[in-house]
């Protein structure tokens, strides 16, 4: 009889985890998924058929799956917040979620993780909303392969693409952000990883980093946006193998970095941005097996950087391949590659017996004096160029490549 | 006046310094092209070439050559003939011929390798340079009956406009660098047809370096459709004032 009993509690208890699957549409019973959530019990499975849901605000605030077929549509109506997700382990694919409200007071986002862990956003469309996914107090979650698109055109009149704020250990993988303030913003945001992504045509920045320790970003395309992407006031970052590209106009950088400090830079492609790296108060930050190709400046090393390594980087076609505003040089530059060095190798080992000076005259005039930029590629200044390359005069001595190599890295 | 036209232009190809002018740049900018991996980056070497060479020998070759056919320009007054005709035949001969060789020579190459809009630019601007400086040279020619002041008077132009204009410009800059000068420096570039022809083809071709603030505002006022129109307008001036000058000068000058 007790094993009986026994047996009879275990089947009882099944019964009670058992998940089950609630359909919501307009040929099922329920066709609202807030009805739908009120409902479900935790665990559950809620199956939306294709449609046009506007529901106002929808709070997720029990651990549910959320599929969407056919990419049903959440519409906000430019009112409501689309989804809140408020508990753990919540997990929402295949929504086309649409026109959240604006508002710059609560921040009404596409989808807003709200103090809750381990929640997956992956494969849904996110279209017209301020902001797009908004994590608070996140940790462990991942979004993936999501695509947002939005209509910003002024920066006070848009919200970010993906935003975290002080969150831990997400992923952001794939997603393909355009249109929206800054494409991915991570503030207070640790030991994080963003993969994949293709951040384009954003207002501000593909990239936005804030006071965000132990985060790592690889093979990301940041293309075409205001003003690059910006790194500031973080430690240990990790940069590597992504693609900065046609970041161009007045303070547009393919990579900003401000404060920042003990980070590695390696395998990315610069094209086509006015300043390719901009540094500012950095340190000790090794930069490696770039390539920078076809920038107005490639680097701007500001006199306030320390301690940095530049070794192994290929520097072709950019106007300037170094710009700087002290005389003060604290950081070391070796072993690149420089299309303008005019060295030869006469005991072939591969590196230049003459050290080449990355910094022209002229980058210095233009940086003391931007007009001047009237007088480039004159005759005038292409003479000046040549006799301070002879005897720096202008130019800071030591800001020199000692052994720069004769042929390209094959980056 | 054709007549005399095509005298000129006949003598001018029996004299064959325009023909080796001609190969010359031909040579050049067949290598420059065969050299730069890329047709954007031929098509600035060859602008340093061109702003260079052509305002160079066509300054040069025009002055000696008025300065060489004064008996000529004599006998033709003993005919009925208008002086301005005189005058303006010789300066068609010239301009055209240094125009020709100019297209020959250089148009050629950069329509097959460069960019088609780059090329527009760059060789729109070599022909209207060819004229600048065979009126500049009209010019020079027309102020002294001797030789040697004349040639030194055209060498110290080209000189001014190749070299210690963007020196002085330099030194404006820096002179006036706490001003905002962005918009009287655009303004200043304007008289010098060579930085003029320098900016207007830099704005096809090497937008990066421009982009800055001062980029932004010449981006405005030369990048644009009518700042192309304008400029262009500029450059003709700089041909037919210092030609009118010349004209006015001879009219009136007793030989």
């Known amino acids: ?411 | 006046m054709k007549k005399i036209i095509r005298f000129v232009l006949t003598d001018i190809l029996r004299n064959r310094i325009v023909i080796a002018y001609a190969v010359l740049m031909a040579v050049l900018s067949w290598t420059v092209f065969n050299m730069e991996d890329t047709g954007s980056k031929g098509v600035l070497t060859l602008l340093n070439i061109v702003l260079l060479v052509v305002p160079l020998v066509s300054v040069l070759f025009s002055t000696i050559y008025i300065y060489n056919s004064a008996e000529f320009i004599e006998l033709l007054l003993s005919q009925p003939v208008k002086r301005p005709q005189i005058w303006l035949s010789l300066f068609g001969g010239l301009s055209i011929s240094f125009i020709i060789a100019f297209a020959v020579a250089v148009g050629l190459p950069l329509f097959l390798f460069a960019d088609f809009h780059q090329a527009v630019i760059l060789f729109a601007t070599g022909c209207l340079l060819s004229a600048i400086f065979v009126a500049l040279a009209f010019l020079a020619a027309i102020m002294s009956r001797d030789k040697a002041k004349g040639v030194g008077v055209s060498i110290l132009l080209w000189l001014y406009f190749a070299l210690l204009f963007d020196g002085l410009v330099l030194f404006l800059m820096f002179q006036f660098a706490d001003y905002p000068i962005e918009k009287p420096m655009v303004l200043l570039s304007a008289t010098s047809p060579l930085d003029l022809a320098r900016i207007l083809n830099l704005m096809q071709i090497d937008a990066s370096a421009m982009m800055g603030y001062t980029g932004a505002i010449f981006k405005n006022y030369f990048g644009s459709g009518w700042g192309v129109v304008l400029s262009f307008g500029l450059l003709l001036a700089w041909a037919l004032v210092p030609f009118w000058i010349s004209l006015r000068i001879f009219k009136r000058k007793d030989l």
């Open chain 1, 1 to 411: 009889m007790k094993k009986n009993g026994c047996i009879f509690l275990c089947v009882l208890l099944a019964c009670q985890l058992q998940a089950a699957t609630i359909r919501v549409g307009k040929q099922h019973a329920i066709n609202s998924i807030k009805a739908a959530i009120k409902q479900s019990r935790a665990g559950d499975t809620i199956l939306v058929a294709a449609g046009l849901y506007k529901e106002g605000n929808i709070v997720v605030n029990k651990r549910l799956v959320l599929l969407g077929e056919n990419f049903p549509e959440l519409d906000g109506q430019h009112k409501y917040e689309v989804l809140t997700i408020t508990a753990d382990s919540t997990i929402v694919k295949g929504f086309r979620v649409q026109h959240s409200g604006h508002a710059s007071l609560d921040d009404p986002g596409g989808i807003k993780i709200l103090e809750a862990n381990y929640v997956v956003i992956e494969g849904n469309v996110l279209y017209d909303n301020f902001f797009g996914v908004y994590v608070q107090y996140g940790k462990h979650c991942l979004i993936k392969n999501n695509t947002l698109v939005a209509f910003g055109k002024e920066e006070q009149q848009i919200g970010n693409g993906v935003h975290c704020w002080k969150s831990d250990s997400l992923q952001i993988i794939g997603n393909n952000i355009s249109g929206h303030r800054d494409g991915i913003y991570f503030e207070f945001v640790t030991a994080s990883v963003i993969w994949r992504n293709v951040s384009a045509g954003n207002i501000r920045y593909g990239l936005h980093f804030m006071f965000s320790n132990n985060d790592s970003y690889f093979t990301n395309t940041f293309k075409n946006n205001g003003a690059g992407v910006a790194v500031m006031y973080s430690k240990q970052v990790t940069m590597m193998n992504n693609n900065f590209e046609q970041n161009w106009g007045d303070a547009a950088y393919g990579l900003l970095l401000k404060e920042i400090s003990d980070s590695y830079i390696s395998g990315n492609q610069f094209r086509q941005n006015t300043s390719g790296i901009w540094m500012e108060g950095t340190s000790r930050i090794k930069m490696e097996r770039n390539a920078f190709v076809q920038n107005g400046w490639a680097m701007q090393v500001q006199a306030s950087c320390m301690d940095n390594l530049i070794t192994d980087n290929n520097f072709i076609a950019n106007t300037f391949d170094m710009g700087t505003n002290g005389d003060v040089v604290l950081n070391t530059v070796a072993s690149n590659y420089w299309d303008k060095c005019e060295g030869y190798d006469l005991d072939r080992n591969g590196f230049s017996d003459v050290p080449f000076r990355p910094l022209s005259m002229f980058s210095v005039v233009v940086e003391k004096n931007p007009s001047a930029m009237l007088l480039f590629r004159s005759f005038l200044v292409s003479l000046l160029d040549r006799s301070e390359k002879i005897f720096p005069s202008l130019t800071p001595e030591q800001f020199i490549d000692k052994s720069p190599r004769m042929k390209p890295l094959p980056l």
